[in-house]
């Protein structure tokens, strides 16, 4: 019985601590109207266009995102297709004001390794998200840079 309640102290010690841990990292999101909310849900479309690296050329791709939100918490799933290998990625993130959009991103597949960060712009009419990512990139297997633009897709 001893052992069970150390084991269950323990346990909820470590359930606490990693809360606690994820409500600093994320205190300093912002809750956007919701109006705002409700636009940024669903799918969006664009393109990627990741800059020239060391060992290879700069590349363009069609880039494909799913948002939800929950409270102030941004989810997304992204699909993209470089050099014929096809990439889904998992994004979680939010706002640091009414319009920048904080996501850290890293693929679907544990696996892989493949994680950064996206920076985008919320336009004032909602139909843009326009931003950079810096991140590394599974595919040429160094650190990657670039921009993307997306539109809201109804």
Do not use: C
Not at 1 to 12: D, N, S, Y
Not at 94 to 103: A, E, K, T, V
């Amino acid at each position: 019985m001893e052992a069970f309640l150390k084991t269950l102290i323990t346990l909820v010690i470590a359930i606490a601590g990693y809360i606690a841990s994820k409500a600093i990292e994320y205190r300093g999101l912002y809750n956007i109207p919701k109006p705002r909310r409700d636009a940024l849900k669903g799918r969006w479309e664009g393109t990627a266009a990741q800059h020239a690296g060391p060992e290879g050329p700069p590349s363009e791709y069609r880039v494909v995102i799913q948002f939800s939100i929950f409270w102030k918490f941004v989810r997304g799933v992204a699909f993209y297709e470089l050099d014929n290998q096809k990439t889904h990625l998992k994004l979680f993130g939010g706002f640091y004001d009414n319009h920048i959009l904080r996501l850290n991103y890293r693929n679907e597949r544990a696996a892989v390794i493949q994680y950064g960060l996206v920076l985008l712009d919320f336009s004032s009419d909602t139909n843009q998200l326009n931003g950079s990512f810096l991140g590394y990139g599974h595919v040429h297997e160094q650190i990657v840079t670039g921009e993307i633009s997306l539109e809201r897709k109804l």
